[in-house]
Nanobody, 125 residues
């Protein structure tokens, strides 16, 4: 299983970007997914999370009202629409997914935690 992020880049303050995270490989199902970010010298923090059906979302206070998380289960893809970007949003953004795979002789469903490689978002002030 692999998670691949895309959509990062350089944008001016006030601008927008849309990140994508696509899961590929032997996924039986994908449970909760989320976006995290890590700025230089800081710990990785949760930006937004979404349940498997997309019915429930959670956001860091710093991005509420500006970022929107969504997913398309038919495409095994999650998105993060980022509007009104600020300099402080500059970071490497990582996607995370709890993926169920069928493993072993009896194909037991087991959940594993996967991370993408990260995509750089740079906001110029």
């Amino acid at each position: 299983v692999q998670l691949v992020e895309s959509g990062g880049g350089l944008v001016e303050a006030g601008g927008s970007l849309r990140l994508s995270c696509a899961a590929s490989g032997s996924t039986f199902s994908i449970n909760a997914m989320g976006w995290y970010r890590q700025a230089p010298g800081k710990q990785r923090e949760l930006v937004a999370a979404i349940t498997n059906g997309g019915g429930s979302t959670n956001y860091a206070n710093s991005v509420k009202g500006r970022f929107t998380i969504s997913r398309d289960n038919a495409k095994n893809t999650m998105y993060l629409q980022m509007n009104s970007l600020k300099f402080d949003d500059t970071a490497v953004y990582y996607c995370n997914a709890h993926i169920v795979e069928l493993r072993g002789e009896f194909l037991r469903p087991l959940e594993y935690d996967y991370w993408g490689q990260g995509t750089q978002v740079t906001v110029s002030s």
